[in-house]
Nanobody, 114 residues
Framework: VQLQASGGGLVQPGGSLRLSCAAS????????TAWYRQAPGKQRKLVAV???????NYADSVKGRFTISRDSAKNTVNLQMNSLKPEDTAVYYC?????????WGQGTQVTVSS
């Protein structure tokens, strides 16, 4: 299983970005996918997760601004990020669980700055 994250970049405060995590390989239809982020000098933290049933959970810091969604047909999970703030600056990673196995994608840098 491989995960390919994309969509990061530089954006001004208040702007939007859309991250995508594309999975390839032996993917079961029953899985959960999450986005994490890691700011410089800080621990990696959960941002949002979507279950195989489509239920979602978000970190309090991004509720109402970020939306996680999945396209099962394309094995892709997206993170729509709106009203971005400088404190959202971090490397964003996707993570996929298939049963008891967990996989990380490579990170994608998001920088929010004027």
């Amino acid at each position: 299983v491989q995960l390919q994250a994309s969509g990061g970049g530089l954006v001004q405060p208040g702007g939007s970005l859309r991250l995508s995590c594309a999975a390839s390989g032996s993917i079961s239809s029953r899985n959960a996918t999450a986005w994490y982020r890691q700011a410089p000098g800080k621990q990696r933290k959960l941002v949002a997760v979507v279950s195989d049933g489509g239920s979602t959970n978000y970190a309090d810091s991004v509720k109402g601004r970020f939306t996680i969604s999945r396209d099962s047909a394309k094995n892709t999970v997206n993170l729509q990020m709106n009203s971005l703030k400088p404190e959202d600056t971090a490397v964003y990673y996707c993570r996929l669980w298939i049963g008891t196995q967990a996989y990380w994608g490579q990170g994608t840098q998001v920088t929010v700055s004027s």
